[in-house]
């Protein structure tokens, strides 16, 4: 278990850095590409230890962790310990990122969302994303993995690129690129529409 929980604080704490650094990109394109690209080597990574009787996409976002653990393909049991260890991370990231600030430059140019743009972008990112995940489980390509950081670089702020990933907006709320209280709203709603997401897809295509 120590092992599996040393995975999701490095991924977590690599995602936010990347998010940190790319708003700081030339171009916003760039950015979301970035996020995209680190999330397709995640899901690939994760799937190297993925089992028969368990999915190991969890080990790298904890939205995915949940969806997993709605439709029994992770214990419920170790939920609470790997959502700890992604936000440990993420709080890492950000701490790192914010200690370079200085040397990192200026963000690009975005407004911060209001709680309900936040809160309902989030919640559509987090549908999707469960859908992704669970695709993705079910031996469909790792680079599906990008859709739901695109359409959050699409439909939000870009300063919720990383919207996906719930612990990594923590982890940019800690590095000073999101107010706390957006970030906060944007997670819960990620997490939240992961379960409806996750019981959508059940209702949808029934096990066989």
């Not at 859709?147 to 439909?155: D, E, K, L, Q, S």
Request: negative net charge.
């Amino acid at each position: 278990m120590g092992r599996l929980l040393v995975i999701p604080v490095l991924t977590s704490a690599l995602l936010t850095f990347v998010a940190a650094m790319a708003l700081r990109a030339s171009d916003a394109t760039l950015a979301v590409a970035a996020v995209a690209a680190v999330a397709v080597l995640f899901a690939w990574y994760a799937q190297l230890h993925r089992t028969e009787e368990r999915s190991s996409a969890g080990m790298v976002n904890p939205a995915a962790a949940l969806t997993l653990a709605v439709v029994g393909r992770r214990p419920w049991s170790t939920l609470l310990p790997v959502i700890a260890a992604h936000v440990v991370g993420a709080v890492v990231g950000g701490l790192g990122a914010l200690g370079l600030e200085d040397q990192l430059g200026d963000t690009l140019v975005f407004a911060d969302p209001g709680l309900v743009l936040a809160g309902t972008g989030a919640a559509v990112v987090g549908l999707l994303g469960a859908w992704v995940t669970l695709a993705i489980d079910a031996d469909g390509p790792e680079a599906t993995a990008a859709v739901p950081a695109i359409i959050g670089g699409a439909v939000l702020p870009l300063g919720l690129v990383a919207v996906f990933h719930p612990a990594a907006t923590i982890g940019l709320a800690t590095a000073g690129l999101l107010p706390w209280d957006v970030a906060l709203v944007a997670g819960a709603s990620t997490l939240l529409a992961s379960v409806v997401g996750a019981y959508a897809v059940s209702f949808l295509v029934p096990a066989e």
